[in-house]
């Protein structure tokens, strides 16, 4: 392990990130706001931290061990820092809700402590719905589309953070990549800022409201959340635009360069397709009861919720605690799904749901037929053995940190239900469960082992698991 790679990295990551409070250091100002001292002194601080840090001088390329560490310590010291804001201006009751408030925004999570925002500075309200977006592509996607490469080889710092079981480069150059991912994905940004406008929301309010959704956090300045507005327009918008920020990007950039086919037939966006719409359809039977019959709301509830679950943004247009059981468990199973992968998504990604299932038909076959050899097969593709193995093994990892997440917070002693979802929504950066922590409650009762439990759990699920597993592992800081 070269730790002075790590440290030049993680200087960039700390540079980077006081440079992106200062628009919130604005607000603050303009608004003469009590919170502005906070973000004076922090950006004083990180930005030291990080030009020291970023002198440091390399001699060698970034290796794969390197990038992995790189990835798992800026995560969680962009988390440690970016709570200051929060801690220093008293909005948050102490470090550890500064700390979960803000690796719930890096992490595109959206789970809160605060019972009611409308109280907080738009200074405040800005950094967290900005963390959102920061944290949707990456942002050491983002650091390499602004700085320079570390070496050719850092390419293994986006596999490592980009959400998906794999990851490339769309044209040679790394740094072009990253480019172009935010270029996409701050053109979406802004015309779902248009739309928002175009439907009633003032300016900041569809500016927080359009970070929310790109990144897909789905962070309010509302306590009643989009239901504030009482829009249908922008509810049907949010529920479209959930759904395409979805969608891989890099199926977006092949369709932006002609290749309409190969991202309208690509297997991962049909399977997600035809989740979404299975799901919907399944909801809205179960459910019209609940809205007296009535087609227009039920399809209209059940469509906003079941995108804004499996992209895991956690935007409510009603109160899903009222459902029945059989909608519940559906939405629990979206939670794990999640969306596509190379998206601002959580969970496992449709590909790897993809993959598990082929697996599990191949292992049929190979039952039936002890001497077939067959391989798995996406969009006409061989998948390697690697892949089908690293899928296996994350889900078996992914489940086990639900399962041991849920048991600390059981300690809390609240209901199952409560207790288990929040577990999922960190783990699968949803933020969003049932009963107490449901669209109209937060996370504000649960005991501080159990915020700090959540918080790893977020960091774990948005960097999926391996980064951070690797970098608690012995071997991980051995010399070569």
Same mark, same amino acid.
């Given at each position: 392990?070269?730790?002075?790679?790590?440290?030049?990295?993680?200087?960039?990551?700390?540079?980077?990130?006081?440079?992106?409070?200062?628009?919130?250091?604005?607000?603050?100002?303009?608004?003469?706001?009590?919170?502005?001292?906070?973000?004076?002194?922090?950006?004083?601080?990180?930005?030291?931290?990080?030009?020291?840090?970023?002198?440091?001088?390399?001699?060698?390329?970034?290796?794969?061990?390197?990038?992995?560490?790189?990835?798992?310590?800026?995560?969680?010291?962009?988390?440690?820092?970016?709570?200051?804001?929060?801690?220093?201006?008293?909005?948050?009751?102490?470090?550890?809700?500064?700390?979960?408030?803000?690796?719930?925004?890096?992490?595109?999570?959206?789970?809160?402590?605060?019972?009611?925002?409308?109280?907080?500075?738009?200074?405040?309200?800005?950094?967290?719905?900005?963390?959102?977006?920061?944290?949707?592509?990456?942002?050491?996607?983002?650091?390499?589309?602004?700085?320079?490469?570390?070496?050719?080889?850092?390419?293994?710092?986006?596999?490592?953070?980009?959400?998906?079981?794999?990851?490339?480069?769309?044209?040679?150059?790394?740094?072009?990549?990253?480019?172009?991912?935010?270029?996409?994905?701050?053109?979406?940004?802004?015309?779902?800022?248009?739309?928002?406008?175009?439907?009633?929301?003032?300016?900041?309010?569809?500016?927080?409201?359009?970070?929310?959704?790109?990144?897909?956090?789905?962070?309010?300045?509302?306590?009643?959340?989009?239901?504030?507005?009482?829009?249908?327009?922008?509810?049907?918008?949010?529920?479209?635009?959930?759904?395409?920020?979805?969608?891989?990007?890099?199926?977006?950039?092949?369709?932006?360069?002609?290749?309409?086919?190969?991202?309208?037939?690509?297997?991962?966006?049909?399977?997600? &397709?035809? =989740?979404?719409?299975?799901?919907? *359809?399944?909801?809205?039977?179960? @459910? $019209?009861?609940?809205? #007296? %019959?009535?087609?227009?709301?039920?399809?209209?509830?059940?469509?906003?919720?079941?995108?804004?679950?499996?992209?895991?943004?956690?935007?409510?247009?009603?109160?899903?605690?009222?459902?029945?059981?059989?909608?519940?468990?559906?939405?629990?199973?979206?939670?794990?799904?999640?969306?596509?992968?190379?998206?601002?998504?959580?969970?496992?990604?449709?590909?790897?749901?993809?993959?598990?299932?082929?697996?599990?038909?191949?292992?049929?076959?190979?039952?039936?037929?002890?001497?077939?050899?067959?391989?798995?097969?996406?969009?006409?593709?061989?998948?390697?053995?690697?892949?089908?193995?690293?899928?296996?093994? &994350?889900? =078996?990892?992914?489940?086990?940190? *639900?399962?041991?997440?849920?048991? @600390? $917070?059981?300690?809390? #002693? %609240?209901?199952?239900?409560?207790?288990?979802?929040?577990?999922?929504?960190?783990?699968?950066?949803?933020?969003?469960?049932?009963?107490?922590?449901?669209?109209?409650?937060?996370?504000?009762?649960?005991?501080?082992?159990?915020?700090?439990?959540?918080?790893?759990?977020?960091?774990?699920?948005?960097?999926?698991?391996?980064?951070?597993?690797?970098?608690?592992?012995?071997?991980?800081?051995?010399?070569?």
């Amino acid at each position: 392990m070269n730790l002075k790679v790590v440290f030049k990295v993680l200087g960039t990551v700390l540079f980077w990130e006081s440079v992106l409070m200062i628009p919130s250091l604005i607000i603050s100002i303009i608004d003469n706001s009590y919170d502005r001292d906070a973000f004076i002194v922090t950006i004083i601080l990180l930005a030291f931290m990080g030009l020291m840090l970023k002198s440091i001088k390399v001699s060698v390329n970034l290796r794969k061990r390197e990038a992995y560490a790189s990835v798992a310590l800026s995560w969680l010291m962009m988390s440690l820092c970016g709570a200051l804001p929060y801690y220093i201006s008293g909005v948050a009751p102490n470090y550890i809700d500064a700390l979960f408030e803000t690796a719930s925004g890096f992490t595109t999570t959206g789970a809160t402590i605060f019972a009611n925002v409308e109280i907080l500075p738009r200074s405040i309200l800005f950094w967290r719905s900005f963390t959102l977006w920061i944290g949707g592509m990456g942002v050491l996607v983002f650091t390499l589309a602004l700085a320079p490469s570390l070496g050719a080889r850092s390419i293994f710092l986006m596999r490592a953070e980009f959400p998906g079981p794999s990851s490339g480069k769309l044209v040679p150059k790394l740094s072009d990549t990253a480019k172009i991912l935010y270029i996409i994905y701050s053109i979406m940004t802004g015309v779902t800022i248009f739309l928002f406008l175009l439907g009633g929301m003032p300016l900041f309010d569809a500016v927080i409201h359009a970070f929310g959704t790109a990144g897909t956090g789905g962070f309010s300045v509302k306590s009643g959340g989009l239901g504030h507005y009482g829009s249908s327009f922008i509810e049907w918008t949010t529920l479209v635009l959930m759904f395409l920020f979805g969608i891989n990007f890099s199926l977006y950039y092949a369709a932006l360069k002609g290749n309409w086919k190969t991202a309208i037939k690509n297997d991962e966006l049909k399977i997600y &397709f035809i =989740f979404v719409i299975l799901s919907v *359809l399944l909801i809205f039977i179960n @459910i $019209l009861p609940v809205y #007296n %019959f009535s087609i227009s709301d039920s399809i209209r509830n059940s469509a906003f919720q079941v995108t804004s679950i499996i992209t895991t943004t956690g935007f409510a247009a009603t109160d899903i605690n009222i459902w029945p059981l059989l909608s519940k468990i559906v939405l629990m199973i979206l939670m794990v799904t999640g969306a596509c992968s190379g998206s601002t998504t959580g969970g496992l990604k449709m590909i790897r749901v993809i993959i598990l299932f082929k697996s599990v038909i191949r292992e049929i076959n190979h039952t039936i037929h002890p001497s077939s050899v067959s391989k798995i097969k996406i969009g006409g593709k061989s998948v390697d053995d690697d892949v089908v193995d690293n899928t296996l093994i &994350f889900f =078996f990892t992914y489940i086990l940190i *639900l399962f041991v997440s849920a048991m @600390i $917070l059981s300690l809390d #002693n %609240f209901d199952f239900m409560t207790t288990f979802s929040a577990a999922l929504a960190s783990v699968s950066n949803t933020g969003s469960g049932f009963e107490l922590i449901g669209p109209l409650g937060n996370f504000s009762q649960f005991s501080n082992l159990s915020k700090i439990t959540m918080t790893l759990c977020m960091i774990i699920g948005r960097l999926e698991v391996l980064p951070v597993i690797a970098l608690v592992s012995p071997t991980m800081w051995q010399k070569q």
